[in-house]
């Protein structure tokens, strides 16, 4: 609407012109050939047509572009391409937020604020938690219980030794005592000896066979007893090993961290002793996104206390329709385009495309008939953001070899002449207007059969000012002022 009021404005400032007295000159009038030689701008190369007669030049000093908003885009040489254009959105990739919550239930310190840039192993919040405490409580049973574990499995060694020493000195006394008693039933058989002496031995001998036997099985209690202690022992490192898990999933800090021991001013403790307070760290950079919680509040367990994301991480979904299925396949070259045309000094431009491959989404919507496609661009720009619309242009088909080409909408109409203005290449303050030769083109970028070359320049904001100044008076050429107003002839 400001553009048709902006376009009217002129028109009228035009027609009053004609009545107005002699304006000041501002292009010098140039001989046809000498012009074309100047339009040309090049040597023995020759153009695609011709670029223009003397009187379809306008002056466009810096003062009227300024006034008007004309800007410039090159002729560049690309693959006009079929395209298949659908609306769409930006969106974070599902593996580019991180959720930051509570281990343990306790009283939440916040250390960053939302939007706050984290890097990684930066502090996010601490958390003063009673149940931390507890596991803390654990970790010291459980290693005060190794302790003793390894303290009795060290006293069996001395015990099985001494009994092992009894067990041989018993074993010598029984053999004596066979001896003896082998030495009285050989006298006894001769008609000698005594017959207490021999039942004297033979009771020593049972006694001292007594006493090897509750040796034995002493022994046997002791070893059974040291196999249970190292068992024992087995497990409580292993119960030890599982709260230091634990707690490493809670504090989310290094194993080495937790065990390294620590010189304090009387004693030497692990570092899971030293830790009054959990304190989460990022994991990798981004930004905060959310806080889930106030400063200074209880959390209980798993709650959600803050959200950091990767803004780099971005796709682009778009819908497409279930009767395009017959030229939409997986890996076909696509463009993310700007959100909306061109405006000088204030939205993007043209070149701000994104580049990257096609993928189908696994399902489509039987309601709406559509089905989600999913870009993840190449090179990211600026002006990207999660949930900015823009339109994905997926190329179905192309040229075989680049042709000149230039923005659509730097192509006006004059009726039902297509319209460009060619910048001069010797005087940057002057545009040519010429009847442009259109080829192919994709809604966006045409196909230039003739009249440019590589590296001119065309009007592209400003365009229709000047078609509008410029139609039905060709012949009479024209100039503008600095003020933007427009005035027939030279002066």
């Known amino acids: 609407m400001i553009s048709t009021l902006r376009s009217w404005s002129l028109t009228i ?83 580019a937020r991180r959720e930051y919550r509570t281990p343990v239930s306790g009283r939440v310190e916040l250390l960053v604020e939302q939007f706050d840039r984290v890097k990684a192993g930066q502090p996010l ?68 000896g005594r017959i207490d002496d021999l039942a004297q031995a033979r009771a020593s001998l049972a006694l001292t066979r007594a006493d090897l036997a509750n040796v034995l099985e002493k022994k046997a209690e002791l070893t059974a007893n040291h196999q249970q202690t190292i068992a024992d022992l087995s497990a409580a490192r292993d119960r030890l090993e599982y709260l230091l898990d634990a707690a490493v999933a809670v504090v989310l800090r290094p194993r080495g961290e937790l065990t390294k021991l620590i010189e304090t001013d009387q004693t030497t403790r692990p570092g899971w002793a030293m830790l009054t307070t959990i304190e989460v760290r990022a994991t990798e950079a981004g930004a905060v996104e959310l806080l889930g919680l106030t400063n200074g509040s209880w959390a209980d367990e798993s709650a959600l206390v803050l959200s950091v994301v990767q803004p780099e991480r971005l796709r682009f979904r778009a819908s497409g329709l279930q009767s395009d299925l017959g030229v939409l396949r997986d890996g076909l070259p696509a463009r993310i385009v700007p959100p909306t045309p061109t405006a000088a000094g204030r939205a993007i431009h043209l070149t701000e495309t994104m580049t990257g491959t096609l993928a189908l989404g696994l399902a489509g919507d039987p309601n709406a008939r559509t089905l989600d496609l999913f870009v993840v661009p190449d090179n990211l720009k600026p002006w990207a953001r999660p949930g900015i619309s823009a339109q994905l ?96 002839g030279e002066d």
Request: hydrophobic fraction near 35%; charge should be negative.
């Open 125 to 192: 919040y601490r958390i003063d938690s009673p149940d931390w405490r507890e596991m803390q409580q654990l970790l010291a049973d459980a290693t005060s219980q190794i302790e003793r574990f390894v303290s009795r499995r060290d006293t069996f060694e001395p015990l099985l030794a001494a009994h092992h020493q009894h067990e041989e000195s018993l074993q010598e006394s029984v053999q004596v005592w066979n001896e003896r008693l082998e030495q009285l039933q050989l006298v006894r058989e001769t008609g000698g």
């Open 393 to 488: 242009e997926i190329v179905t088909d192309s040229t075989d070899s680049p042709e000149l080409a230039i923005p659509l909408a730097a192509v006006q109409r004059d009726g039902l002449t297509p319209i460009i203005f060619r910048r001069d290449p010797a005087n940057p303050d002057e545009a040519i207007r010429i009847e442009a030769d259109l080829g192919k083109d994709d809604g966006r970028w045409v196909a230039l059969l003739s009249g440019v070359r590589d590296g001119d320049e065309i009007v592209l904001d400003g365009a229709f000012q000047l078609m509008l100044a410029t139609t039905g008076s060709i012949q009479k050429g024209g100039h503008f002022h600095s003020d933007g107003t427009f005035h027939e």
């Open 13 to 95: 400032l035009i027609v009053m012109s004609v009545s107005l007295s002699a304006c000041e000159r501002i292009a010098s009038p140039q001989t046809p050939t000498d012009q074309h030689a100047q339009d040309d701008g090049h040597d023995g190369e020759s153009a695609t047509g011709t670029a223009g007669n003397p009187s379809d030049r306008i002056a466009i000093p810096a003062t009227v572009r300024s006034n008007l908003g004309i800007s410039f885009v090159q002729v560049e040489r690309r693959r006009v391409e079929q395209t298949l254009r659908v609306p769409g959105r930006f969106e974070y990739l599902p593996t």
